[in-house]
C-alpha cells in the first residue's frame, strides 16, 4: 500500500500540490485524472520519489519515505517499476536488450539467469518472438508491451504507468488496459496509472484519484463517478455526447 498523508509541493510561488491525502491498495489498478495543470505529473513524479514535498508524507508500506537514508530510498526506488508515456525504449538495443537493461544496471545475476527472467516477462506480455528485433521495427502496442516488460523484470512491488495508452489505436489501448490490470492482480502490486484516456477509466478503474488545481477534488470507482454530482467531475468525464448518453444509461438501469 502507499498512502500519501497532506503532501504539498512548491516550485517557487507557484504551489502545485495543496495537500492531497489518500491512499492506494495492492492488486488494484489506482488511476489518477484531470485536466492539464492539475499536477498530474509532479504527484507521479513525488510518488516515485523525483520531487520532495515539502509538507506531508508519503508511506509505502509502512516506510515513510522521508525518514528513509539515501540508501534505503535508493533500494526503495529499485522496487517500482515506471512505463512512460513514449515508452522510453533505447533504439541501439533489441527488444530483449531493452528488457534485460535493468537487471545489468541493479542486480548480480548471471547471464543465464538474466536472460531466464528476460525470456519470462516477454512471454508474460505476449511478445515471445521479439527477442531480437529493435524498436523501429515493431509496431507501437508492441512497443508499450516491451515497456511493460522492462517495468515488471525485476518484479516490483508498485507499477507507475504515465498515459500508458498514448499514441495507440482503441483496440490496442484496450489491450494494454487489459494487461496492466492482469499484471496488478497476478503481481499482487500497487499500480498507479496517469491518464487523460476515460475508455481506461470505465474499463478498469477500480479506484480514480481527480485532481484539480493541485487538490483532490473527488475519489472513487468506476461504477461511483458515473453518480457523483461534482460538476468538476462530470465536467471534464462528460465532455463528449458518448459519455453522456453512457451515464444516462447507466442512471436508467439503476432506477
Sequence with gaps: MIEVKDIHKSFGEAHILKGITTTFEKGKTNLVIGQSGSGKTVFLKC????????????????????????????????????????SALFDSLTVAGNVQFPLEMFTKQSKSEMQDRVDTVLKRVNLID???????????????????????VMNPKYLFCDEPNSGLDPKTAILIDNLIKEITEEYHIVTIINTHDMNSVMQIGEKILFLKNGLKEWEGTKHEIFKTDNEAVTGFVYSSDLFKKVRQMYIEERN
Design 47 to 86: 510518488l516515485l520519489g523525483l520531487f520532495s514535498p515539502e509538507v506531508g508524507d508519503i508511506v509505502y508500506d509502512d516506510k515513510v519515505y522521508a525518514n528513509l537514508s539515501g540508501d534505503e530510498q535508493r533500494d526503495l526506488r529499485q522496487e517500482m517499476g515506471m512505463v512512460f508515456q513514449g
Design 130 to 152: 521479439a527477442h531480437h528485433k529493435f524498436p523501429s521495427e515493431i509496431s507501437g502496442g508492441m512497443q508499450k508491451r516491451v515497456a511493460i516488460a522492462r517495468a515488471i
